[in-house]
């Protein structure tokens, strides 16, 4: 039979119900395996696991799962390095309000390798975040599988892997590096919607610079083979490249405000100071009249869109085409646009699989696409061909022809051949298109048109180039003068440049409930 103290000299209500153990175990999670490890850390530029956090969501919101967690290898000395987490902090809090899951990689606890139970906290955080539909983040900090415990821990990069492809579409899904990421590991960030990555601190690779030099004699540093820069400007691997960790999470947070929480609902709308109704004259002047003449998309976007605030995704990355989250009157939009100042905005593979990628994502989550068309069509080259620009390029052509959301084109200039048609021409589905004065949509421009068509008389005439001008000129004016393509019902209607924001502004709101759906499928089977 148990006895009970009398009331005389009993202890303290929180020592009876072993509060101060929990505090004391609690404590020790929370400092981690010292002072020392931390020092360590902040000497290379970086944060901890939970300083990282505690930029990313709101203030005091953090609710951690599993902080208590030990791992139960045994062998190569690991029953004597048992570290609460176990080398990763998983949990939930709030950016701007709504609710947003994490993992935080602990490089001080084993360099963040990854072991089962490490593993099994991210495969429930991953689990959580989809049942409850809210987006998650990973802060990528690791050196891999933990080597200690063989197998398990490849098994446990599977689980992370399947996860990854079935929450993909379901809700938005970051991935923020800020540490190396070398081997299977890269390939979870690679299936999620974004990566930002740190220079300097951060790098991803399959093979590291060593097996390199001992497979091919190539010598490479860790950044010159996988840093942020490489990745942003060359592979296209990452979105988002930033100077230090507090303005890449930051960022982080912005791209959260534009994103909805998962696939069944609309991005966050807010109120707009910017009036919908403003003229864009400014847009005369940006645009020059010259088919033939560079200007920057980028300063177009700025006038059309709210407080001229966009997020350009892939900003350094083929550079021949803009993608972008902004918001028009308040609403979240996608915008896809060529971009005359590189390459004179032709399509090539690395712009097609930009531009498929990010509406692919905007029609997962319910974002409306804008599509701005200056476009001379494909970049010709035997470098192009045997690259495989017909199945890149008809990736742009998949994801425009299977998106459902709100979808609208205008023509600034031009819009030739088949860029033309992938380019959300009203052929392949676009809800409604536009085009500006001036605006040429045509097969190709007028002089090749003249040089296939008329070779014969230009030929044998006594004046070629006198004859090539007035064909030219001819050719011009019966195919591509600006209302051809109006006439024939392919573009809805021709429009005042200065009111561009307007009417984009009243179609989208026209478009806010459109519904449309696709044939019944397991899925579809998207060109490679």
């Known amino acids: 039979m148990t006895t009970y103290p009398s009331s005389v000299g009993v202890e303290p209500a929180r020592e009876r119900t072993h509060v101060g153990e929990l505090l004391a175990l609690r404590e020790r999670a ?3 395996p010292g002072g020392k490890a931390t020092e360590a850390q902040h000497a290379k530029g970086k944060l901890t696991a939970r300083e990282r956090i505690g930029l990313l969501l709101d203030e005091g919101s953090f609710s951690e799962v599993e902080q208590l967690r030990l791992h139960r290898a045994q062998g190569f000395g690991l029953e004597a390095k048992r570290y609460y987490t176990d080398g990763v902090v998983t949990g939930w809090g709030t950016v701007e309000g709504r609710t947003v899951f994490v993992y935080a990689h602990d490089f001080r606890i084993f360099g963040g390798a990854l072991g089962e139970a490490h593993a099994a906290k991210i495969h429930k955080i991953m689990d959580m975040a989809v049942a409850a539909g809210a987006p998650l983040v990973s802060l990528n900090d690791g050196a891999g599988a933990r080597i200690q ?18 929450a993909s579409g379901v809700i938005p899904q970051i991935s923020v590096m800020l540490g190396p990421c070398a081997g299977g590991a890269a ?24 097996v390199v030099k001992a497979v091919t004699g190539e010598e490479i540093t860790h950044n010159g083979l996988g840093g942020a820069d490489v990745h942003a400007e060359t592979s296209g691997v990452c979105h988002f490249a930033y100077d230090d960790e507090e303005t890449c999470l930051a960022e ?14 609309a991005p966050p709308a807010v109120a707009a100071d910017d009036p919908a109704g403003r003229r864009t004259e400014a847009l005369l002047d940006l645009v020059p009249l010259e088919g033939s003449r560079p200007y920057d998309m980028a300063r177009v976007i700025e006038e059309i869109v709210d407080d001229g605030e966009f997020l350009e995704v892939h900003e350094r990355w083929a550079r021949n085409i803009v993608c972008a989250l902004a918001r028009l009157d308040g609403q979240v939009v996608g915008i896809v646009a060529s971009q005359p ?15 498929a990628r990010f509406i692919q994502m905007c029609d997962a989550f319910n974002i409306p696409l804008v599509t701005l068309l200056d476009v001379p069509g494909f970049l010709p080259g035997v470098g192009q061909e045997h690259g495989g620009i017909i199945r890149h390029g008809a990736k742009l052509l998949y994801a425009y022809c299977n998106a459902t959301v709100p979808r609208i084109s205008l023509v600034l200039r031009k819009a ?50 006198a004859m090539r001008a007035r064909l030219v000129k001819e050719y011009k004016a ?41 044939p019944s499928r397991k899925h579809g089977n998207p060109p490679q």
């Not at 415990?149 to 079935?166: D, P, S």
């Not at 033309?420 to 409604?432: C, H």
């Not at 298109?433 to 007028?446: F, S």
């Not at 809805?492 to 009417?503: E, G, L, Q």
């Open 30 to 32: 929370l400092r981690g």
């Open 149 to 166: 415990e063989g197998v398990t821990a490849l098994a446990g990069y599977g689980g992370i892997f399947q996860r990854n492809t079935k």
């Open 187 to 210: 390939y979870s960030p690679a299936l999620t919607d974004f990566v930002f990555m740190v220079r300097e601190t951060s790098q991803m690779f399959i093979t590291g610079p060593d």
């Open 252 to 265: 982080v947070r912005y791209l959260l405000s534009l994103l909805p929480q998962n696939n069944r609902e």
């Open 341 to 355: 100042q590189v390459l004179a905005g032709v399509l090539d593979i690395g712009a097609s699989e930009k531009a």
């Open 416 to 465: 030739y051949g088949g860029a033309y048609i992938v380019m959300e021409s009203q052929s392949i589905g676009a809800d409604l298109t536009y085009a500006w004065p001036g605006n040429e949509i045509a097969v190709m421009g007028a002089e090749g048109a003249a040089n296939v068509i008329f070779r014969r008389q230009i030929a044998e005439a006594d004046d070629p180039e």
């Open 478 to 518: 019966e195919l591509m003068h600006p209302y051809y393509a109006a006439e024939r019902g392919l573009v809805d209607d021709v429009i005042d440049p200065a009111d561009t924001r307007a009417v984009l502004a009243r179609a989208l709101a026209m478009l806010r409930t459109k519904h449309a759906g696709l």
